[in-house]
């Protein structure tokens, strides 16, 4: 009687990858299964994920770990892959964050995604919460975004089967909502000026009369710009906008920071990606933009100098 070949992506905190690189690398070795008739699990057991992801965790007991980057080990990968594709080994243990181009990853390897990783009620509830509070235009009248769950049961982008393409982009309706996304390099501090300059730059690109939220991948610029564009219409109403500026919270992102956002992410109508140019960025959103139908615009600007001051702590 024949078996089913399994490949069990196993992350661990010792290898120190993400919850973006478990989607990047679960989906790329889920259409390599579908393609080759090889069966994908996980375990994440061992990984701080576990307490905010639900998955079944595949037994990895008795057999070897082996651990591959997308940036050194591709091409040992594709060929520890090809060979496990026609050697006697029933199971393969595999940590990766391989990443094969969006368009090659099908919708049934997202579904099998869905399945097989699902955020935990907290992380729901978590975004649910950061969106309502944290809307730019927060003192207008608006009708709360609402946030769904990444089930496989409200996938509802699959092809059409009859023309093969995905159906057109729905209409805005009022609980939908977009972001503002921030990328910049870590190494990268914008001093107070050039702060001013980029929420000016945001505010003449953007039309910020809908829901919208502003993340950044540094935390401390998100807070800043957030102040600097909150949307205020109402003639002679006085906010104290440092109230709600966030100063006691951490400056940097939190591991389940990382999963809100992601859960903020795939929920978004759209996303306007602002990327500072001098150095590589993360681009943490676009995880999300696998599991899920999310548009992007990009604005690039180019603020950063050598050794220029950190911006100023918000109090």
Same mark, same amino acid.
């Given at each position: &009687? ?16 993400? &919850?973006?690189? =478990? ?32 998955? +079944? ?5 008795? *057999? ?13 990968? *594709? ?12 199971? !393969? ?23 097989? +990783?699902?955020?935990? %009620? ?23 975004? +609402? ?10 982008? !699959? ?9 057109? %982009? ?49 935390? &401390? ?13 109402? %003639? ?23 999963? @809100?956002?992601?859960? =903020? ?7 306007? @990606? ?11 959103? =676009? ?23 950190? &911006?100023?702590?918000?109090?």
């Amino acid at each position: &009687m024949g078996f089913t070949k399994t490949i069990i992506q196993l992350y661990s905190d010792k290898y120190q990858f993400t &919850m973006n690189d =478990l989607i990047t690398g679960t989906l790329s070795l889920l259409q390599y299964g579908l393609d080759n008739n090889i069966a994908i699990k996980v375990n994440l057991a061992d990984s701080y994920l576990s307490q905010y992801v639900i998955a +079944v965790n595949s037994s990895t007991y008795g *057999y070897p770990t082996k651990v591959y980057s997308t940036d050194t080990d591709l091409e040992i990968l *594709y060929n520890d892959l090809e060979d496990f594709k026609t050697n006697t080994a029933p199971i !393969l243990i595999v940590t990766t964050n391989w990443l094969i181009h969006s368009s090659s990853v099908t919708d049934f390897a997202v579904l099998e995604f869905k399945r097989l +990783v699902q955020f935990a %009620p907290l992380i729901y509830s978590l975004a649910a919460n950061r969106v309502t509070t944290q809307l730019l235009n927060i003192h207008l009248p608006h009708t709360d975004p +609402v946030i769904t769950n990444l089930l496989a049961e409200n996938h509802a982008y !699959l092809r059409d089967p009859i023309t093969c393409e995905r159906p057109k %982009p729905s209409p805005w309706l009022p609980t939908d909502y977009s972001i503002i996304y921030v990328d910049i390099n870590e190494r990268v501090c914008l001093n107070y000026l050039d702060t001013i300059r980029l929420s000016e730059t945001i505010r003449s690109s953007l039309l910020l009369d809908k829901n919208i939220i502003l993340i950044s991948s540094n935390k &401390m610029l998100g807070n800043c710009l957030t102040e600097h564009l909150e949307v205020n219409y109402v %003639p002679e109403l006085i906010v104290d906008i440092d109230d709600a500026s966030g100063s006691l919270e951490s400056l940097s992102w939190e591991p389940i920071d990382e999963l @809100v956002n992601l859960v =903020l992410y795939a929920n978004a109508k759209k996303i306007y @990606v602002f990327t500072e140019q001098s150095k590589p960025v993360t681009s943490s959103y =676009l995880a999300a933009t696998r599991i899920s139908n999310v548009s992007l615009q990009h604005f690039k600007f180019f603020y950063s100098k050598v050794e220029i001051s950190p &911006m100023p702590v918000l109090r």
